[in-house]
């Protein structure tokens, strides 16, 4: 059955640290590859996507992600962190049909 | 701020009652999904629609029914609620054919007594 681990549950980070959530998903064929994120009291939104091409992909608030193949990992980084970044994100995978698969989450909370 | 709506927000009744939460979405589009998320776990998926008239069963087994008569309203309904039903229920809608990018509600946090 297809499954996305996320590694972190929890993460505490003090401000213009370095974020890294990391992100492994069970499927073997071509996949579709998303990060959503959950702000206190907000709705559930898309941060970023990967369907194809450049495997290193933008997404808002100078969140990436990178896609590696070889590794069935979808990692998502900031380079400096700030205190609004404090969310809950969800790493997806949509793999060869119609249902998403989202990982448990992982709580980012950062000190300001 | 995507357009998709739930009611009621918040709500708390007790074991048996008929309930119905509410999702409707003004994007236009095809696809919709209820979701039952708890605490620390996955979203997963109890139903979806490819559009009027389709609904599935997503991979949860769920004791809830949903409907879809109209493009733009997709309810979900509870018969007779258990206090094994108390999560919170988010609605999702996407587009035909947009690589699944799903919009999403604000969810229904329900608890039975």
């Known amino acids: 059955a297809q499954s996305v681990s996320q590694h972190n549950h929890h993460v505490i980070l003090s401000e213009a640290a370095s974020l890294e959530l990391g992100c492994n998903y069970s499927?073997?064929?071509?996949?579709?590859l998303f990060w959503y994120v959950q702000y206190p009291g907000q709705h559930l939104q898309l941060l970023l996507k990967?369907?194809?091409?450049?495997?290193l992909v933008k997404g808002i608030k100078g969140f990436e992600a990178e896609f590696i193949k070889s590794k069935f990992s979808f990692n998502l980084r900031k380079p400096s962190v700030q205190w609004s970044d404090t969310a809950e994100y969800f790493c997806?995978?949509?793999?060869?049909?119609?249902?998403?698969?989202f990982g448990a989450g992982t709580r980012l909370f950062v000190k300001a | 701020e995507a357009d998709i709506y739930q009611t009621p927000r918040y709500l708390v009744i007790g074991t048996g009652k008929k309930i119905t939460l509410e999702c409707s979405q003004t994007m236009g589009h095809d696809k919709m999904y209820w979701y039952q998320q708890d605490p620390g776990m996955e979203l997963h998926l109890i139903h979806y629609?490819?559009?009027?008239?389709?609904?599935e069963k997503g991979d949860l087994s769920s004791e809830s029914t949903v409907s879809r008569i109209r493009t733009e309203h997709f309810p979900l309904t509870l018969e007779s609620a258990r206090p094994s039903h108390t999560s919170q229920y988010l609605c999702a809608s996407s587009r035909r054919g947009d690589y699944n990018e799903q919009f999403f509600g604000p969810g229904t946090r329900l608890t039975v007594l």
């Open positions: 499927y073997g064929g071509t996949v579709n």
């Open positions: 629609s490819y559009g009027v008239n389709s609904t």
């Open positions: 997806a995978v949509e793999a060869g049909g119609f249902k998403t698969i």
């Open positions: 990967y369907f194809s091409g450049d495997p």
